[in-house]
């Protein structure tokens, strides 16, 4: 990782047309997360230009074209909001 330059950790989740984006640089520790729709996501992600985007395997990507060398699909289970909340 280059240490003069912002390393970005994303996850794109997505519940119909509404997005959560969240990102970590992971140079720095700091944390940010948005909602958005999910038109607006590639600008976004083009403003980050994350080094790897996170996205359940079931995700519609078709909004995510541009970025298919930084997807990292991962089970939807990991994304399943009911999941989190169990104990």
């Known amino acids: 990782l280059n240490a003069k330059a912002h390393n970005f950790l994303t996850c794109v989740v997505q519940d119909n047309n509404i997005c959560a984006v969240s990102w970590c640089d992971v140079s720095t520790g700091r944390l940010c997360a948005q909602s958005l729709a999910a038109q607006d996501v ?8 994350p080094s790897e985007i996170l996205i359940a395997d079931t995700a519609n990507t ?3 074209s541009e970025f298919t060398q930084t997807l ?3 089970p939807a ?11």
């Open 72 to 74: 990292n699909r991962q």
């Open 77 to 87: 289970l990991l994304f399943d909001r009911h999941s989190a909340s169990q104990d």
């Open 62 to 64: 078709e909004y995510l």
């Open 42 to 49: 590639s600008a976004l992600l083009t403003s980050l230009q």
